[in-house]
Nanobody, 116 residues
Framework: QVQLVESGGGLVQAGGSLRLSCVAS????????MGWHRQAPGKQRELVAN???????KYADSVKGRFTISRDNPENTLYLQMNSLKPEDTATYYC??????????WGKGTLVIVSS
């Protein structure tokens, strides 16, 4: 099994920055893809960014140029650097690990609140 634990959320003013971390433990494969999703109150969960095992990244249009996803494979840690935060970035952010493009593991989430 896989366990994912997020940290780094909090309250920040618009224009500020936060860095989210996700530590993965258990049976982690080097081929696993990882990513960040978020869910705002009353909205569906959406992809923020993901990163493949080889380092290929993909971002939602709403965060391009402001967020950077990265991973430290030896440490089984995923990061999301969030800059120029906006109130609309307020959400619970979830770490995701996807295996063989079919099996998803999720963390419990970390709350980010951006005040205007």
């Amino acid at each position: 099994q896989v366990q994912l634990v997020e940290s780094g959320g909090g309250l920040v003013q618009a224009g500020g920055s936060l860095r989210l971390s996700c530590v993965a433990s258990g049976n982690i494969y080097s081929i696993d893809d990882m990513g960040w999703h978020r869910q705002a109150p009353g909205k569906q969960r959406e992809l923020v960014a993901n990163i493949g095992s080889g380092g290929t990244t993909k971002y939602a249009d709403s965060v391009k140029g402001r967020f950077t996803i990265s991973r430290d494979n030896p440490e089984n840690t995923l990061y999301l650097q969030m800059n120029s935060l906006k109130p609309e970035d307020t959400a619970t952010y979830y770490c995701n690990l996807r295996r063989y493009n079919t099996v998803d593991y999720w963390g419990k989430g970390t709350l980010v609140i951006v005040s205007s």
